[in-house]
């Protein structure tokens, strides 16, 4: 069954950095494209990045120029280098892949202290 494994969040001040990690498994990862979303505490789950199996990258205005998306095909694993992390980044992190279904991680915590 298709898997995904959220990694590498955690609590940071302000300007500093975190590199999310997502692990896929189920799918065939080189020929998908791959997302990030994030939720904070009392809003709608928002879009973050994308990234397609040829590693062409889209930001949301908010993390443009901060952040990057990135994937290793041969260790079907997506990440997210967060740079210059503000307090309203806080959030739970999620990946997610489209395989007909739409697939979600469990989610990483992502807490920005001002």
Not at 18 to 39: D, H, K, P, T
Request: aromatic fraction near 8%.
């Amino acid at each position: 069954q298709v898997q995904l494994v959220e990694s590498g969040g955690g609590l940071v001040h302000s300007g500093g950095s975190l590199r999310l990690s997502c692990a896929a498994s189920g799918i065939v990862f080189r020929l998908n494209v791959m997302r990030w979303y994030r939720q904070a505490p009392g809003k709608e789950r928002e879009w973050v990045a994308s990234i397609t199996s040829g590693g062409s990258a889209n930001y949301a205005d908010s993390v443009k120029g901060r952040f990057t998306i990135s994937r290793d095909n041969a260790k079907n694993t997506m990440y997210l280098q967060m740079n210059s992390l503000k307090p309203e980044d806080t959030a739970v992190y999620y990946c997610q892949v489209n395989d007909g279904i739409d697939r979600w991680g469990q989610g990483t915590q992502v807490t920005v202290s001002s």
